[in-house]
């Protein structure tokens, strides 16, 4: 069974404060792995990763894929009360329709 | 931009009522999902869909059935509510990108069974 594990599941810290977000897997047949931010509605797309060692970055965002020690982290620098959000790990496997797994999701709190 | 709709946002229903929960999605995507989404249970795939007439269960089906009919609407109903689905559901269209899906989702639709 494919299983995605994000750490911690809850964080809280200041505002300008540097967090590391985790999320590791254990798929068959792994093809993508995505990080999304969910406010209080729809999960908004931040970055797919598909290769190992290629930081993707945007803004104050970054993300890496380690696809032999099988994980991901998502960076925020200069954190800001905006980011206070669920980030979702999800990974895709199979190629096909059914290849999502997400993550419980990491519940981050930015205090002002 | 890719447009996921779902047309209820919050509905209240009655243990026992039949819900119907309705998705359009209008970039031509191939597959479409419903999630519920509760505390501390992240998201959970409850059907998919990945072509006209085409349903496969997902994780929790159980009380569950879809509809797609044609290809930019995809329809989750509640047969018979109960209380214990209470909750956010989500509704979704993936696209290739050429080296994996992204997934796009619908704003959510929160139904309360009282």
């Known amino acids: 069974e494919d299983k995605v594990v994000q750490s911690p599941l809850s964080l809280v810290v200041h505002e300008g404060d540097t967090v590391t977000l985790n999320c590791s897997y254990e798929v068959t047949n792994f093809r993508s792995l995505l990080w999304y931010k969910q406010e209080k509605k729809a999960p908004t797309f931040l970055f797919m990763l598909?290769?190992?060692?290629i930081e993707k970055k945007s803004g104050r965002l970054s993300s890496i894929l380690d696809k032999k020690e099988l994980f991901s982290i998502l960076n925020i620098t200069a954190t800001q009360t905006g980011d206070s959000a669920v980030y979702l790990c999800?990974?895709?496997?199979?190629?096909?329709?059914?290849?999502?797994?997400f993550g419980k999701g990491t519940h981050l709190i930015i205090q002002p | 931009d890719v447009k996921v709709t779902q047309s209820s946002r919050y509905l209240v229903k009655r243990t026992g009522e039949k819900v119907f929960l309705e998705c359009v999605q209008d970039m031509d995507h191939e597959n479409m999902f419903w999630y519920r989404q509760d505390p501390g249970l992240g998201l959970r795939l409850i059907y998919f869909s990945y072509d006209v007439k085409m349903k496969e269960k997902g994780d929790i089906p159980e009380g569950y059935s879809v509809s797609r009919e044609k290809k930019e609407r995809f329809s989750l109903i509640l047969e018979s509510a109960s209380t214990n689905q209470t909750s956010m559901y989500l509704c979704?269209?993936?696209?290739?990108?050429?080296?994996?899906?992204?997934?796009?989702f619908g704003e959510g639709s929160w139904l309360t069974v009282v």
């Open positions: 999800a990974v895709g496997s199979g190629g096909g329709a059914d290849g999502l797994t």
């Open positions: 979704a269209s993936s696209s290739w990108t050429g080296r994996g899906y992204t997934i796009y």
């Open positions: 598909t290769s190992s060692g």
